[in-house]
Each structure stands twice: as C-alpha cells, then as structure tokens.
C-alpha cells in the first residue's frame, strides 16, 4: 500500500449549502453525506469562489480566484497554461481519474464533441477521462453519455424531452427508464472505476455528478418522498408565482438521487478495504437561489447561490464528528489535496495558489483558516459584483456603479437588511473595503483565460 492515500474528490452542481440533512432547513434526505459528516468533518461556512459552473471548477483545479486565472464567466475556456492540481498529484506518483463532469470548455457551446478534445482534458492531469456534458448543454454537445444513449436508440427522445421543456420551470420527470439517468451513468462509471482499480500508485478520482443542476427531471421514484405541497417556502417569498413547489420538490430528489450515488462510491471503497487509506471530499461549485428574495439560479452574492456543502472524512486524520464553522473557499480544497498528495508547500505544486491550511485544521481544529472569505462574478448572467464576508458581516460591491450592501449574518442570515446606509457601519464599510484591497494585492494576476 502507498504510504500517501487515495483521494475521490465528489462534486455535485448548483447544490446550496443547507439542503443536506441536518441542517433543518430542507425536507432533503441525504443518509450517506450524513454518514460522512457523521466519520468526518462537516465545513458549515465554506464558500465558492464564483458561483457559475466554469470559473468555480477552473478555480478547484487550479488554486487560483477568478480573478488570477481569468475565468470570470462561461464564455471562454479555461486558460491551458494553467498549472493545475491533478498535474500536481501526477507529479507525486498518482494515477489521476476525471469521470462525469468538469466543464473546462465555453458553457454554451454549439456542435462541441468532447470525445475529440479528450487529449486537451487530459492535459489538465488526468489519466483516465469519460466527461459528461451536463444535462442542458447535452442538448447540442456529444459526450460519452450522450454516445451511450444514441447506441440505446434513446437520445433522440431524451433531446426532444430537453428541447420541449423549460429546463428551470417545468419538473416531468425523467423521460427514459432510471438507469439512463446522466447521474447514474456517471455513478455506473465511477464504481467500475473503482472495482477494477489495481495499480500500486494511490488515485486521484474527479467524481463529478450534475444534479441537482436544472434541468429539473429526477426520475419519477426520487420525487415521491418530495410532493409539491409539503415544499418549505423560500425566505422573502413573492406572491403570485408558485412553480417554486416544482422547482423545491425537484431540487430535493435530485440531490437524495445524488447522495445514493455516494452511498455506491463508498460502498466500494468498504467492500474493497480502500476506506480506511482514502480521503473522500464532498462538495459543490456553487449554490442556487431557489426562489430567495424571488431569484433564482446562481452568479448572484448571496448565500444560497455562493455557500455550498462540504464534508470530509479521512480515517485517522479527521476526528469523526467534527463540525467547523471556519470560514473557507473552496480553493483550500485544492490545496488539501495537494498537501496531502505529499507536498509540504502549496507553492510546490501550484506557484500562485494563497490557500489556508485546511489539512492543518482537520488534525487541529485550533488551527483558524480565513478570516474571511472572498467570492466574485464577472457580470456574464448578472451586473459584476465582489463579496468580503467576515464570520460576522457581509459586504457586497458592485462593480459597475460602486453600490454596497452590508448584512449582518448572525442576525440576518437571510440578507434582509442593508446595514451600508447607517452611519453607524461607516467604518465597518471602510474595513471590507481595505480587506479588498489587501486580498487582490495579495492574490496577484497568474493567467488569462482565452477564447477558443
């Protein structure tokens, strides 16, 4: 057995941080996170860099804000220059894995074909590539689930299903039988993977599952725990739309549809004793809005679309049962995987990374991590904007205009009162401003990104 442990990264799509269980503010089930939360550590407070798919997944792999690497938003590629994570554990001797989804390439792509650019993801540091598209961009772009539905005679119906619908309204169920389902094909792969997997050199595995991501289309079996009318309602309800019922009912079985997909992937590591030698992460790009204050979807700088899920469990390393409320990015993931890929230093494998130690922090939870957190979006979807969150205050700027909003978290967790306005928070304003400041000085530009 190598003396570093296997690593299985699990990333979901568009998951908020609090529909998992125990968190009480969802009817979601989630038995196998609860497990790992239960024989691991759960990160309350941990933040995506952007809350938009590409930049969130360039940052995981790269160590790098968005504003060092230069994706911003959707529309251009990640930057091939880039010195990335898995290149780094390829480095220490592991043989590195992507299946499901990365989404490396333009989010709205026409006539791509991801099985002719697998050489280009494999520069990136993986060994072994079968990437999935996505269930909404599948519509126009061929990927290895999209061939393996086209030799079943069922991607025609599965893109005319996608093509009548409104990916972030309607909520029919899955068109085709469940085990077509894109999640449980990628889940099918992963356990394959894995159950065959019997080199000396320790794994890295990129599991990327894309639920609970629109489209809204969970088999019909995963929605009937979930009827409509017993969906909790959003905070600051709007009056007048009720197809949140739909969107609350659908999130909710997807994300219990993506947690017995977990449940598989630890099952394997249990029946082929890997558990004990293995680092198993869960965690999403971003949030989702879920009909909050009337929003929806992501790319906005609230919690629901910026705070995601987070767990851990290393045997021997992560005390069972920790709960941390340190605040971190996402990108400390990264560099968790890098130390424990056997580099003493981040800047050893990832030159521009400025990552807090989160390895240090599972083996002592005196360890602080960040005294706050930073996100950021680039205005593709929605006006630019940047947020600085300290465990207490948020503020919010918007590029364009310079607007900022302030919240205090422990008493508004819901962002319903602008504190920017009050003279009494003029020096807290001054405070996130300078903390701006000194966080961009500090993470200087490592990369541009260029359209393809």
Not at 297 to 304: E, I, S
Not at 390 to 399: D, E, F, G, S
Request: net charge negative; aromatic share 8%; glycine share 6%.
């Amino acid at each position: 057995m190598s003396p570093l442990p296997n690593i299985l990264l699990i990333i979901d799509d568009q998951h908020r941080h609090d529909w998992i269980g125990g968190t009480g503010a969802s009817p979601v089930r989630t038995p196998n996170l609860d497990r790992l939360r239960s024989e691991g550590v759960w990160h309350r407070h941990m933040y995506s860099n952007n809350p938009l798919c590409m930049p969130a997944r360039c940052s995981l792999i790269s160590g790098l804000f968005s504003h060092q690497s230069g994706q911003m938003n959707n529309n251009t590629d990640w930057p091939p220059q880039m010195p990335t994570m898995p290149q780094a554990l390829q480095r220490a001797g592991y043989h590195t894995a992507l299946i499901g989804k990365l989404h490396a390439f333009e989010g709205v792509p026409i006539n791509l074909d991801l099985t002719t650019v697998r050489e280009r993801i494999r520069a990136f540091g993986f060994d072994h590539v079968n990437e999935v598209s996505g269930k909404m961009i599948a519509r126009n772009v061929e990927c290895d689930w999209t061939y393996y539905l086209r030799e079943r005679g069922l991607l025609d119906l599965y893109r005319a299903d996608q093509k009548l619908r409104n990916p972030a309204t309607d909520g029919a169920p899955f068109p085709l039988d469940e085990e077509h389902y894109v999640d449980h094909y990628i889940g099918d792969n992963c356990v394959k993977w894995l159950d065959e997997y019997n080199r000396p050199d320790p794994f890295f595995l990129w599991a990327g599952f894309c639920s609970p991501h629109p489209t809204y289309d969970a088999p019909a079996r995963w929605l009937e725990p979930y009827p409509q009318d017993r969906m909790p309602p959003p905070a600051d309800l709007q009056p007048g739309d009720t197809r949140w019922r739909i969107r609350r009912s659908q999130y909710a079985a997807m994300i219990e549809l993506v947690d017995h997909e977990v449940g598989r992937l630890l099952e394997v590591l249990d029946r082929r004793g890997m558990a004990s030698n293995t680092l198993v992460i869960f965690v999403s790009d971003h949030g989702e809005m879920l009909d909050e204050h009337g929003l929806r979807g992501k790319c906005l700088p609230h919690d629901p679309s910026i705070r995601v899920p987070c767990v851990a469990r290393w045997p021997g390393h992560i005390s069972p049962g920790t709960i941390s409320d340190e605040l971190a990015n996402i990108v400390d993931l990264t560099g968790a995987c890098v130390r424990v890929g056997g580099y003493r230093a981040i800047e050893e494998a990832l030159p521009d990374a400025r990552l807090a130690d989160i390895v240090g922090h599972w083996r002592d939870q005196r360890t602080a991590l960040r005294p706050h957190v930073f996100s950021e979006n680039g205005g593709q979807f929605n006006p630019p904007w940047r947020v600085v969150r300290t465990q207490k205050l948020k503020w919010i700027q918007w590029a364009r205009d310079g607007r900022e909003t302030l919240h205090d978290m422990e008493n508004d967790p819901h962002e319903c009162h602008d504190l920017a306005t009050l003279p009494a928070y003029r020096s807290e304003l001054a405070a996130m401003r300078d903390r701006l400041d000194r966080f961009l000085g500090e993470t200087s530009t490592a990369c541009t990104a260029r359209p393809r």
